[in-house]
């Protein structure tokens, strides 16, 4: 017997007072939503939704639950009818991220409640999930997400094998050493998930027009102003792009492109028959990682898929939707897993098979999916590529994106979701069918920290690459830059030091520590091309008045000066944090954090009056970027500029244009991003090969060598610096992190996030950025901590860390992260002060096992004092033996 419907189509074999309910239903959805072709198209609307799968009827709730009433969704086939209609509904809190963790524990409590909101069933269920554990590392995987779920109030708990049988005694334990459980984890039917959430938005307003297909979005001056639809034209202010695998095409039929860095491949999952004795509708799921599948009840029976390692992309060359329903079964391509669900579920030999499911899902290149505004149309917005995990996000994502809509910015923090943290250079299909064949097997590979992806690699390189590779550079990735990690001596097993994977003390350990004693101790020199660099003219005052606007310190200083400063948004949180250089009286040089690239060039544009004769220019590729570190930096630019370098001479944060051996025009900084001595040189890209193999030429007699940005960071995190995308955010204040001295507001000159600044001093701020030192950790024998652990203070939680690194000074491992304040009993946050941070007990959660630590809110130039009372303390315990 062959079923072409599953999930949502089931219920035509349902009992028939349950029939007529979900028939009535459908007819009351249809009725409400309009969605027959014969009635007419709106010619305009406030916003137009493309997409009737789960994540547009989301995004349509969630706007109509916020106020937006004059909505249009549009879908070119029938609601739901998409890759929704084939989801496998698992509903999972389990993630490696906190944010995808809201995300999808927002949408399991939204789907508890649907049901009853609309009328309509969901098939919500709350089954709970097992994650299994066939190794150590995969253990130790699920305690860490196990200790983040548990400060979110999300049950969960790691069980011992004996457990899982109990749960579920169809599942062979015999080689597993573990396993996470989630209780409260559920399943659902999302195609009804999405018809109850457009029956719910159509009752608050919003238009549902079906079979209606949007060919391109009309764009003006940067901004959408309506829709072309085979049905005709519609005027809009906004648009949403929730075409799921169509996503990619849609956003390049536009007027002005938009680029949406997804691809689809094939995803098999199969449907048996019910066994002997059904499972029950509560059999938990389970997902088995390190057999690639997972494994849900269904009508009895089961349905279980998995992640292959030879996955299949398609559509590469653009295909219509029909396809979708064309796709063929590949039993040959599904054995791998067919095989792994039998040894994990043995019971299943004798059970018949109804039919193997081929659908497609969407995949984006870092397995992260993609929401928010297009940085080049305004007005444009995007929700997709969710890797397969649609069903847990949607409820969340759309919460956010029409957050972002009618606020203009979300409740959470999604830079890592961020359509702008990408750029063109990622929509390459070739790049993108190459990258998603490595990202869907990822879903399932363990990824110990600092893990790289190996595809779509040199894409975007330094000058110097071939020649810091060929001396033993490993790299790894950022935004598409090529970017040294460490340097392998050459008495180092090359092989042994690139397959060593761990949560504990890495093989590269003795290596950046050489690296880090040089910055010290000598000079190391460290490519660092791939920063964002914008030049900035200001041709009269009133352009210099809107640059002060848009930054948060002030630029009017002497020429040659360099100033750290952040661009805030309207609640002085980071949109951007940077550095500027006055080179004249209306020209500018700013360095931002690679991942700044699209994002900081679509603040400045959002900001700018159209009228304004501010001139940006992107000139990332014009400049190589070595940073010059250690003390004896000095010497070896003094020697290839005849010219003193010393800080009598050249102070501090100050920038100015010289000679670098026969190379002019060398853009040299006295700042290295570390806090330790040394120059930056931004120098133009003809020159980069000439002025590195100088600088290392000089260097000889100063013990100069390479270095990566291992060693960098852990020479910033000791030194208590903050990095944006990491430890600062849209969500970070100047007054949070002990930056206030970065900030004109005593100045009487206004900037974006001024008012809220002010605000904040006065009332206090309710989080403080915190640095901790482990005390009772031991480096080679102790997991690691690498970032997103639990701070607890005083046994209770605080905050999670955002960075950490062993520090070679220190010799102990340093964190940074934010303390909150959580009323206990309300959990209402309570304002943060350094008396507060300084009387606590503190730890740090290390996948379930606590550390304690000591936190400091160090001044910059009393780091180290540290280190020094620890010296003094041991060697006196020392004499007194």
Known sequence: MMFFRLLCDIRWQRTSQRWQTRSQSRRNISAATESQTSVSLPTQAQVVICGGGIMG???????????????????????????????????????????????????NKLYQQLEQETGIQTGYIRTGSIFL?????????????????????????????????????????????????????????????????ASAASQNGVQIRDRTSVVHVMVKKGRVTGVETDRGDIECQYFVNCAGQWAYELGLSNEEPVSIPLHACEHFYLLTRPLETPLQNSTPTIVDSDGRIYIRNWQGGILSGGFEKNPKPIFTEGKNQLDIQNLHEDWD????????????????????IMKLVNCPESFTPDMRCIMGECPTVQGYFVLAGMNSAGTSFAGGAGKYLAEWMVHGYPSENVWNLDLKRFGALQSSRTFLRHRVMEVMPLLCDLKVPRWDFQTGRQLRT?????????????????????????????????????????????????????????????????????????????????????????????????????????????????????????????????????????????????HMPENSNLLLEDVTWKYTALNLIGPRAMDVLSELSYAPMTPDHFPSLFCKEMSVGYANGIRVMSMTHTGEPGFML??????????????????????????????LRSLRIEKFFAFWGQDLNAFTTPLECGREFRVKLDKGTDFIGRDALLQQRQNGVYKRFTMFILEDHDTDLDLWPWWGEPIYRNGQYVGMTTSSAYSYTLERHVCLGFVHNFDQESGENLLVTPDFINRGEYEIDIAGQRFQAKAKLYPFSSLFTYKRRKDEIEMSDFQGK
């Open 682 to 711: 931004y120098i133009p890209i003809e020159y980069a090969l000439h002025v590195y193999n100088e600088v290392m030429s000089v260097g000889q007699k100063y013990g100069i060598r390479n270095a990566g940005y291992y060693a």
């Open 133 to 197: 554990a066939q190794t150590q590392d995969r253990l130790i995987s699920l305690k860490r997400i196990n200790s983040r779920l548990s400060v979110m109030g999300i049950p969960s708990e790691i069980i011992s094998p004996k457990r899982v049988s109990e749960l579920y005694p169809l599942i062979s334990i015999h080689d597993l050493v573990g396993a996470m459980h989630v209780p409260e984890d559920a399943v659902v039917s999302s195609a009804d998930v999405a018809l109850a959430l």
């Open 333 to 352: 391509h599904f054995e791998p897993l067919l095989s792994s669900l039998l040894r994990r579920m043995p019971a299943l030999e004798a059970l018949e």
């Open 462 to 606: 330094s000058p110097l690459y071939d020649r810091l590779d060929a001396q033993g550079a490993r790299w790894m990735e950022k935004h598409g830059f090529e970017r040294p990690k460490y340097f392998v001596p050459p008495d180092k097993d090359l092989l042994a030091l690139e397959q060593s994977k761990t949560f504990y003390k890495p093989d590269w350990f003795d290596i950046v520590e050489s690296e880090v004693k040089c910055c010290k101790e000598a000079v190391c020199v460290i490519d660092m091309s791939s920063f964002t660099k914008f030049e900035i003219i200001c041709p009269g005052a009133e352009d210099f008045e809107l640059l002060q606007y848009l930054f948060s310190n002030d630029l009017d200083v002497p020429v040659g000066h360099i100033v750290h400063t952040g661009m805030l948004n309207e609640g002085g949180g980071y949109e951007n944090d940077c550095s500027i250089a006055r080179l004249s009286k209306s020209s500018f040089f700013m360095i931002s954090p690679t991942d700044q690239q699209v994002h900081g060039w679509a603040w400045f544009k959002k």
């Open 57 to 107: 009827t989301s995004v349509a709730y969630h706007l109509s639950k916020l106020g937006w009433k004059d909505i249009l969704l549009l879908e070119q086939g029938r609601l739901a009818a998409g890759s929704t209609r084939f989801c496998a509904g698992i509903v999972s809190s389990a993630r490696h991220f906190t944010l995808e963790q809201k995300m999808a524990d927002y949408s």
